[in-house]
Each structure stands twice: as structure tokens, then as C-alpha cells.
């Protein structure tokens, strides 16, 4: 895969980056006040490592890029990692002469958190809000961008979130989906969330910990990697490693956090109140006795009986949720989520008595 073409020019209250991956082009727009791209270059070579690793393709790149020296030996540490963890992801080969390499010189500028909306992302901003210049969206991936109505109505209200905090809102708009319609734009997202915002030239970027540390498993974003998605001057941060149960209390304090919260994409609205996540997160906030307007309240615990666990971090989590109504005495909420956990717990035992029998069995015939 080769990166040519590297543009940056104004555009509409924003600066746009386009350049080309083969024949696929690419564009990425940054929305906001005197936005400035000082490493636009690395951030287009990070943001096409996960589809030449999907790909199994060498990344090469044109005369019109140059890279951080870091970046290429950070970026050759994470793909050994991502390798090995991730049957689907492939080593490739960086191919950079040493004409398309340079130290980074410029100076960082400003602190950056993602803000989705969601419990992860309100969690982060809260506990580092002091230290926080930007909020950082971004359009194009988890939400399409020729959904207008949910574009407008989420950039609505992290506009609203940013305002009443006093902190600047730097919108991203990517069109990764339409130049990789192949790949999952969910299993690149956070490294390309992070690989974007690389172009900020920022001196820290803070990237919300999806699991607590109890949880930690190989996934998209993890302590280990995200640090390792870096030129050499921003420093990448995975921050907040604690249980959602925890964070979901935090945030509730915060009526701006639950009138603004966005945990799932399933409905046109947003929230669907149906989903795993919904529901686990209506059952932290019965749990607690808080609610969101974002959100129905979950007055019937049976709609759990449809939440299914299907992981040991999710076990994790609805564990979490059991333990916390038991302590505040939501006594039949914690009856409902605990049937839900025991149900995984007998399917796991199923499983490994059906495996262990396989491997006897087998056993047996070779005697
Ligand atoms: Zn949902």
C-alpha cells in the first residue's frame, strides 16, 4: 500500500487533510478554533497501519511525507504486538528510505481527551478536567457521515458538553468507511482515533480505558499499545482503568454527563435501551438509584433476561453490577443480575466438562 499525494489546505472553518492509499483516497477534516497540523504526515501513515496489517500489505509512502524516526520504531514495537495477540493481523513491512525520515522538532501544544458521550469518555473527562484543553469527536466511523440527522445530533450535544465546561471542541470528520468498505471501521477504531489525532501536535492525548485492570485482555485499546501509537511528541495516555461500575457513579453526578450520555449506535436516536450495554447501564444507574434522561430507566427487571454475557470482561462487569445493588439493597435488581451471571457461569462450566470429556475420550481410544 502505497501513501502519496499528501494534501493539507483550509476548508470551510477547517483544515482538510486528503492523500492516497494506491487508488483509495482519503480525506480527514478537523473542525474548530486556529486548528494548526503540525504532524499531519504521521498521523495519515499511523492511520493506514491497521488496514496494510488487515491486508497483509507492505506501507511504503511518496515524496510528499515525512515521518517521525520514533513513530517507525514505536509503530514496529505495536504491530509485534498486535501480531501476536491477533490471529487476522499481520506483521507488514514499513518500506521508508531514510530521505522520508526526520527527528520531530516542533514544540507540543495542549491537552486532549475523545469524548464520545459515553461512560468511558465522561469518566476521563471528569477525572482529568483540569488538565484538559480539547474534547476530541470524530464523525465517520461509529456514526456514518450520510447519517445527517445523528451526526448533527451527537456534534449537537458534545458541542453543549464542551460549552459548559469552557473547553475547546476539535470535530474530526473521517471518510475511512467509504475508502475501506472491506475493513470494520469498529475493530480499527481506537487506534485510528488515536493515529488521527496524532496531527494535533499535542502534548498529551488521553485515551478513555474501555476495561478496568482486573479486565485486561487483548482488545483494540490497552495500556501496552496506545502509548506505542506515537511520533515522539505527543504522549499517548490509557487512562481511567476502573471498573464501570465506578465510573458509572462518577458521572452521575454530573447532570451534564447523563443528559448528554450516548452509550450505544442501535437506534436512530441513539440509546435503544435494549442492547447489552444499554441495559447494563441502566442496571448500574438502578443499581445506584440515579437515572438519565438519555436513557429509559429499567422499571422490569425481566428485560435483562435479553442482556446476553458472552465474554469474561462483560461477566466482569455485570459481577460488578450484582455486588453494588446487593450493597445499596436494590435486593431484587441484584436477584435479577445475578441469574444473569450464573447463567454464563453454568455455560462456561459447560463448556470446559464438554472439552475435558472430548480430550478423555480421546485419550482413551489412543490407549
Ligand atoms: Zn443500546
Known sequence: MELSALKIENDNNGVLMSWHADNRALRLKFSGDAIKLPAAADAAFTSCLMPAMLLDETLSVDSSFTLSRDLIKN???????????????????????E????????????????????????????????????????????????????????????????????????VMETNFREAFPELSAQRCQVVLL????????????FVPA??????????????????????????????????????TIAIARSEQALAFLRVCNASDQFNCGKCEKCLRTMATLAAIGGSSPALPALTDFKQLREAKIWTPGKYHMWHDIYLCAKQNNALRLAEAVNKLC????????????????????NDMIQR
Open 75 to 97: 509503530l514496529t514495537k505495536f504491530q509485534q504486538i498486535f501480531s501476536g495477540w491477533f490471529d487476522d493481523l499481520q506483521s507488514v513491512n514499513l518500506d521508508i528510505t
Open 210 to 247: 474501555s476495561h478496568d485492570v482486573l479486565e485486561l485482555e487483548p482488545f483494540i485499546t490497552h495500556p501496552m499499545t496506545d502509548p506505542l501509537l506515537t511520533n515522539g511528541v505527543t504522549e499517548v495516555v490509557h487512562h481511567g482503568m476502573v471498573s464501570r461500575v465506578k465510573k
Open 194 to 205: 488515536i493515529s488521527y489525532s496524532l496531527a494535533l501536535g499535542l502534548r498529551c492525548l
Open 342 to 361: 450464573r447463567r454464563y457461569e453454568w455455560k462456561q462450566l459447560l463448556k470446559l466438562l464438554k472439552v475435558q470429556s472430548l480430550k478423555l475420550l
Open 99 to 170: 530521505q522520508s525520515l526526520h527527528d520531530s522538532l516542533f514544540k507540543p501544544d495542549g491537552n486532549a481527551v475523545f469524548y464520545s458521550g459515553g461512560v468511558d469518555a465522561s469518566y476521563s473527562f471528569f477525572e482529568l478536567q483540569d488538565d484538559i484543553d480539547y474534547l476530541i469527536f470524530c464523525l465517520g466511523l461509529d456514526i456514518q457521515l450520510h447519517e445527517k440527522e445523528r451526526c448533527d445530533k451527537a456534534l449537537e450535544s458534545a458541542r453543549k458538553f464542551a460549552e459548559h465546561y469552557g473547553k475547546r471542541l476539535i
